[in-house]
């Protein structure tokens, strides 16, 4: 790409999609300024140091893929150790192993064998003669009572902020059941965390490349689109159109850290409060992703949040509202000749980190 601009690519956020797409240009012989509103780069997967525990500030990342390109392309770049994720579920102080399998229906019910498990199940579940009317229906007709007032109902509601019979089916399209005696959570090849945090893949991804940080893009466009030749644009879509379709909605998140002066405070890295009561939905546990030996320990509670302006945006809501007004923002941006559009914001949707990562590397470079 000739040009007299300073920059042949201009980056907007510094998360895993902007860093891997900065990477690539780079490594093509592209010069690169890469942009983020916020303080630091890495995006939700940034990590803070507290004397020796890495904690996720935007909540617990474990990465899993069984991408295998993916996986080489992230390990050629940072060293990552074993973990397998084992999360469990707190219903007012009974314990029960995560995802849903046969360790947990034997803390529910005491069964032991897949068929007793089944039996219980098949007992409980609602037989319905019409589509599910709501997430309530559709979670009953999938798990049964036991399962669903336990484990699924005050989680839910709490993420959603709604009733389960105001929120819609579609929310919950699969509750996998499991009949092994099997708590790891992801199914993925490969899973891991990168030691010392996810910050030196961050850092590898963006050598070479100019950051600029607490830099907001839309505030800032007419002179950061004049440095640069195409700029990848991986903030809100509906910001970029200065919302003139509407905005797009979203759930957000609160996190409160507490330093406690014991070694451990749980068994797991990730404990889900699924009561209605306890208003936060889980306790993660940073220590359980890399132990250094520290004396003390770390936890965060994750608080679900509205979403309104100045929150951070978490989790799109792909309800048909939401979706049949992202698509139009979206035809406008498959028109833009010099804007390249990615990651989870600009694509308004949820993706794990190896799908982002997959998406960046299929990203042409010019
Ligand atoms: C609570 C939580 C837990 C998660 N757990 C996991 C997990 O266990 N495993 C997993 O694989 N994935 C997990 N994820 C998903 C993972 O965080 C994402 O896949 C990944 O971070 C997406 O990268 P991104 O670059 O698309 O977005 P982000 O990481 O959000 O990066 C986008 C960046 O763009 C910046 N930006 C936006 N607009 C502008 C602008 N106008 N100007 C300047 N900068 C801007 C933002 O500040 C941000 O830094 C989790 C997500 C959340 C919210």
Redesign the pocket.
Known sequence: MASNKRYDYLV????????VVAYRAHKAGRRVLV????N???????CEERDGIFV?R????????SNREVWEFVTSLAEFHPYT?TPQANYRGEIYPLPFNLNTYEALWGTTSEEEARAKIEEQRLHLDHEPANLKEQALSLVGRDIYEKLIEGYTEKQWGRSCEELPAWIIRRLPLRYERNNNYFNDTYQAIPTGGYNPLIERLLEGCDVRLN?????NREELDSLAERVV????LD??YDYRFGRLEYRS?RFEEEQLDKEYYQEVSVVNYTDNETPFTRIIEHKHFEDRGTPHTVITR?YPLEWSEGKEA??PINDERNTALYAQYRALADKEPRHIF??????YR???????IEK?LAVRID
Request: charged residues 20%; contains cysteine.
């Open positions: 907007v956020g510094a998360g895993l999609f902007g860093a942009v983020d509103r916020r630091h780069t890495g995006g939700n997967t940034y996720h935007y909540g617990a990342h474990i990465f899993h893929t994720h830099c907001d893009y839309i505030a644009y991986t903030g809100e910001r970029f998140l994750e978490y989790y990615g990651g989870r914001l600009a694509d949820y993706y794990d980190m190896h799908e982002v960046a």
